[in-house]
């Protein structure tokens, strides 16, 4: 079993920056891709970024593309989520979630889900 756990969400205003923190425990993620996903009220849980299980290879959503950067330290277990230039529609609950070996962006493949943090976005 692998129980993760993010930080870092909170309120900004449009433009500024975050960085949110996903620490796995149970099990070391090495072998895992991990993934960021995102809900807002009404919405679908939606794709953000993925991140190989050796951290070289990274795949984004178009809408954040260019401003959110995914990356891992394996040696701490833990994956990051650099946000640059929020916007108002990044207010969402934001998930990471562990999957063995290969990177998808579709949800329901992936095994391990923490419990989110909340990312507001005012303008």
């Known amino acids: 079993q692998v129980q993760l756990v993010e930080s870092g969400g909170g309120l900004v205003q449009a433009g500024g920056s975050l960085r949110l923190s996903c620490a796995a425990s149970?099990?070391?993620?090495?072998?895992?891709?991990m993934a960021w996903f995102r809900q807002a009220p009404g919405n679908e849980r939606e794709f953000v970024a993925a991140i190989s299980y050796s951290g070289i290879s990274t795949s984004y959503a178009d809408s954040v593309k260019g401003r959110f950067t995914a990356s891992r330290d394996n040696a701490k277990n833990t994956v990051y989520l650099q946000m640059n230039s929020l916007k108002p529609e990044d207010t969402a609950v934001y998930y990471c979630?562990?999957?063995?070996?290969?990177?998808?962006?579709?949800?329901?493949?992936?095994?391990?889900w923490g419990q989110g943090t909340q990312v507001t976005v005012s303008s």
């Open positions: 979630a562990a999957r063995a070996v290969v990177r998808s962006t579709i949800p329901s493949e992936y095994d391990y």
């Open positions: 149970g099990r070391t993620i090495g072998n895992y891709a």
